[in-house]
């Protein structure tokens, strides 16, 4: 069975400093995707970032990045200068052939001004 | 463009009512639909997906089940309510055959009084 868990329910950080989001994951399957996804308020899920596992090279969109260590099975973001509007739930997430989208419990984030 | 409407937005209804939620996706074919309980505390929970019109597969057994009676309509239904079903429930696709981004709709809010 696949297994995505992050350890930090919550999570505080200073307006413009730089936040780290854990994630591990647990799966059989060489091939398939993690992403992170925010849930701001409004609770509409939005995608933040995508990774595909077999790609070495961490991804990166404007002020988010992964650091995705396959070996460990472990898929953190890092989000630098925080802005007021990154506070939400955030989530982990796999997929693989199997289609099936498994999400950990969250990781409430609050950016602080 | 792809959208993703889900409704009602919220719903409160009575112990031992039933209960249909509906989903439609435009602008795509032949998506993947997915059925997810946000609970507090316990992240996104997959409850059914379907990969083709009269293929659901169930992922927690209990007393909701799905419907794919068209193409690009997904619909969670229950024959009586209980109180554990409370929640926030939320629509989702993705294309078929790649395992890229999942797609939300707005979801909708579950009280069972």
């Known amino acids: 069975a696949q297994t995505v868990t992050q350890s930090q329910p919550e999570m505080s950080v200073q307006e413009a400093e730089t936040v780290t989001l854990s994630c591990t994951y647990d799966?059989?399957?060489?091939?398939?995707?993690l992403f992170w996804y925010k849930q701001p308020p409004s609770r509409q899920m939005i995608l933040v970032i995508r990774?595909?596992?077999?790609?070495?090279q961490n991804a990166t969109e404007n002020r988010f990045s992964v650091n995705f260590q396959k070996a460990a099975k472990s898929f953190s973001l890092k989000i630098s200068d925080s802005q007021l509007g990154d506070t939400a739930m955030y989530f982990c997430a796999l997929v693989s052939g199997t289609y099936k989208y498994i999400f950990g419990t969250g990781t409430r984030l609050k950016v602080l001004a | 463009s792809q959208t993703i409407h889900q409704w009602p937005a919220t719903l409160v209804q009575p112990v031992g009512s039933p209960l249909s939620l509906e989903c439609t996706v435009e602008?795509?074919?032949?998506?993947?639909l997915y059925w997810y309980r946000q609970a507090a505390g316990r992240g996104l929970q997959l409850l059914f997906y379907s990969v083709g019109i009269g293929q659901i597969s169930s992922e927690v057994p209990q007393n909701l089940s799905a419907s794919r009676p068209q193409d690009r309509q997904f619909i969670l239904s229950s024959k009586k309510l209980l109180l554990s079903d409370s929640g926030f429930y939320l629509c989702?696709?993705?294309?078929?055959?790649?395992?890229?981004?999942?797609?939300f709709g707005e979801g909708s809010r579950l009280t069972v009084l």
């Open positions: 602008g795509t074919s032949n998506p993947n």
């Open positions: 990774q595909e596992a077999y790609k070495q």
């Open positions: 799966t059989s399957e060489n091939n398939y995707y």
């Open positions: 989702a696709w993705s294309q078929q055959g790649f395992t890229g981004e999942l797609f």
